[in-house]
């Protein structure tokens, strides 16, 4: 499996600026066909008609296929922020709104976490409309970054959006019971 190009951050900046340009300027036909591209992801080809130009050169296919499927998760849902963490943080943003919905959302997580390359339309999508019926924000400059890794030997993405969810679970500790210390043992005995 070949490593994503070096293309610069810049270029990665000027295709979600790309994006958001859609967003401000109205373009609700652009965006349609987008978020119809997502039931095809590799075979609809009328959307490098809308980011065809603001995609960068040389990319590798899979390169490319992370791209299309940025252009189509944001068309979906497109609430950018750049302050927010990596894919994992948003999607323990949504556990915490679930409530008693977060130990589903825990196995389709991890489900995600699992999911091959090719499978990766379909598991985002379903979690895409989660975050989007939560209003739940997405970095989509990282998320572009971390899809180019995601088919690395070392799974780095995987490890990180795992800790960026599951990490950030703090139990409350008056719900933790007390380990007695060894003089509170001899008083009770």
């Known amino acids: 499996m070949s490593e994503p190009s070096t293309e610069s951050a810049p270029a990665r900046r000027d295709f979600v600026a790309t994006l958001e340009a859609l967003r401000e ?8 066909t987008l978020r119809r591209g997502l039931a095809d992801v590799n075979g609809d080809f009328t ?5 065809g130009r603001a995609m960068p050169n040389d990319l590798s296919e899979w390169e490319e296929s992370c791209y299309r499927l940025v252009a189509c998760l944001y068309a979906a849902h497109q609430d950018n922020d750049d302050s927010a963490d990596s894919l994992g943080a948003s999607a323990h943003l949504l556990w915490s709104r679930l409530g008693d919905g977060g130990n589903s959302l825990d196995i389709r997580f991890t489900a995600l976490l699992n999911a091959e390359a090719e499978d990766l339309p379909v598991r985002l999508r379903h979690l895409f409309s ?3 019926a939560q209003d739940v924000p997405v970095n989509y400059r990282t998320l572009l970054n971390d899809l180019r890794y995601w088919t690395s030997e070392r799974r780095t993405t995987q490890r990180r959006w795992a800790r960026d969810y599951w990490a950030q679970e703090q139990e409350d500790p008056s719900d933790t019971p007390s380990v007695p210390t060894a003089e509170q043992n001899n008083v009770q005995a």
């Open 47 to 51: 959307i490098y008609r809308i980011i």
């Open 130 to 132: 989660q975050l989007a």
């Open 25 to 32: 300027s109205g373009d609700r036909g652009a965006l349609a």
